[in-house]
């Protein structure tokens, strides 16, 4: 199973990187043999992916990182680099390749600190892989630091040094990193595409798999969640059911406190884990026998962690909330073309019952303000507003209209 397969509904983006791939592949090979390089390559340093969310951006840079990695014997043979079985690829697709490094926004930015070591190491030679890869997952969120950092890094990169960066457009980076990278733009896939990945990939049930995709309008790791986790569908569920509590104040208040409450808990049950063995790993790192105390002089590094992850907490519970958000958004979507007798395919048919309630209690016009009132919210959650009162401000919009 080749690192291409998956990839719903990008067959266009695959083709062009399993070139690049190939020519990746001949130009290590050459180096290696003391031979000259190929007089054309479809390869560069400095990758951009972009596309809307669901597309699967960093899956597709991960599945890159996996292909320049490949040390598949086939590809002597003509075979293509991305095996999706050898230790290069399953190192690379499972994020413990040594020269793979993975950088991510911690809370609202990738600040300076994050980016140093890992601009640092771009300047290396690959350890035991053939290339050294930098996926930086949301480019976005560098901050002028540390896109100064990138930037620098891109320009004068080490000779078998790759930068993959993601972002949701190519708007959305600095001009001048952008210029200096090829750029690739994903689409959203088809819901048949994804409802047929969940059959093949995921086992499961075909009606489940269509109403999955259907809900999540080709958005693949939330069609994926959806269709294997029930607690997810039970959220869901709740969050479709809210706009059918706000016929009073205290119903808007309540609500807005349950959702608050239940990103919370969700932020906590993703963090448990994660913040634990990263404490664990950094106290035996730093020398702490187990359970023993921390040597002299390593407080302000435990800080550092605690911090960065009440950091992540905050995004987790913020991310959580957008998708609460998103899910409202798509259910007055459908709302707004059942008021205007579109034919568009109807996302959330699985609860028809309050899609024919919302529908007969309001007008499009009022459909358009809570849609816009959801928007809002959103953006005061994106300016770091209390989620609290972002969300309470968002109920009792929903409830006037």
């Not at 100064?148 to 993959?164: D, S």
């Not at 913040?275 to 359970?291: F, N, P, V």
């Not at 962690?305 to 992540?312: A, M, S, T, V």
């Amino acid at each position: 199973m080749s690192v291409w397969d998956d990839l719903v509904g990008q067959e266009k983006v695959s083709e062009q990187l399993d070139a690049a791939a190939r020519d990746a592949d001949a130009l290590v090979t050459a180096a290696a043999a003391d031979a000259p390089p190929p007089e054309a390559s479809k390869m560069t340093h400095a990758w951009l992916f972009t596309g809307p969310p669901g597309a699967g951006i960093t899956h597709t840079a991960r599945a890159f990182a996996a292909a320049l990695q490949c040390v598949s014997p086939d590809r002597a043979l003509g075979g293509s680099p991305g095996c999706g079985f050898c230790d290069g690829c399953h190192t690379a697709l499972i994020g413990t390749h040594a020269d793979v490094s993975t950088v991510a926004a911690v809370g609202t930015q990738i600040l300076a600190d994050d980016m140093r070591d890992t601009v640092r190491k771009s300047f290396t030679s690959p350890a035991n892989g053939r290339w050294q890869v930098i996926l930086v997952e949301d480019a976005e969120r560098l901050n002028e630091k540390s896109a100064n950092a990138v930037l620098k890094a891109v320009e004068e990169p080490a000779p078998r040094t790759v930068w993959l960066l993601c972002a949701p457009s190519i708007e959305d980076v600095l001009p001048t990193i952008r210029s200096r990278c090829r750029h690739l733009n994903l689409r959203t896939p088809t819901v048949d595409a994804v409802a047929d990945m969940l059959v093949r990939r995921e086992g499961v049930a075909p009606d489940v798999a269509a109403a999955a995709a259907r809900a999540t309008q080709g958005h693949v790791d939330r069609a994926r969640r959806l269709a294997t986790d029930p607690a997810a569908r039970e959220r869901r569920a709740a969050v479709l059911k809210l706009p059918l509590r706000l016929d009073e104040i205290g119903g808007c208040l309540k609500a807005a406190q349950e959702l608050v409450d239940a990103a919370a808990d969700d932020a906590k049950a993703l963090a448990e884990e994660t913040d634990a063995k990263e404490t664990e790993d950094l106290k035996a790192a730093l020398g702490a026998a187990q359970g023993g105390r921390l040597p002299r002089g390593t407080a302000g590094v435990m800080k550092d962690l605690e911090d960065k992850q009440k950091r992540r907490r905050t995004r987790t519970q913020r991310d959580s909330l957008d998708l609460a958000l998103t899910d409202l958004t798509g259910l007055y979507r459908d709302v707004l073309a059942l008021q205007l007798g579109s034919r568009v395919a109807i996302a959330n048919a699985d609860v028809e019952d309050t899609l024919e309630r919302l529908t007969r209690a309001g007008s499009p016009e009022s459909t358009l303000r809570r849609i816009e009132a959801i928007a809002a919210c959103r953006d005061a959650l994106d300016r770091n507003v209390a989620p609290l009162l972002a969300v309470e401000a968002m109920t009792m919009a929903l409830r006037s209209g």
